[in-house]
């Protein structure tokens, strides 16, 4: 089955694209603003666990909000 969050690595400024499916959800910059994008889409916040089987996170997992090498 696949996974139906996708998170991408961090890019230059920090932000990360949130996929759902098939379709971008827009970029979050913390695991708050993941949370509030797919509350737009739909999903319950309280119900959602970032560390479970529903999210794959590349680049790094919730705690990674700067790209690799970064010195910021």
């Known amino acids: 089955m696949a996974v139906p969050v996708t998170v991408y690595p961090p890019d230059e400024e ?4 949130v996929r759902l499916r098939d379709g971008i959800l827009g970029r979050a910059h913390a695991p708050r603003d993941v949370l509030a994008l797919l509350a ?5 916040p309280d ?4 560390d479970g089987p529903l999210i794959q996170w590349r ?10 090498g970064s010195d910021r």
Do not use: K
Request: cysteine-free; hydrophobic content about 25%.
């Open 14 to 17: 920090g932000g990360r694209r």
């Open 59 to 68: 680049g790094g997992g919730p705690d990674v909000w700067q790209p690799s």
């Open 40 to 44: 737009q889409a739909g999903w319950e």
């Open 47 to 50: 119900e959602v666990d970032l």
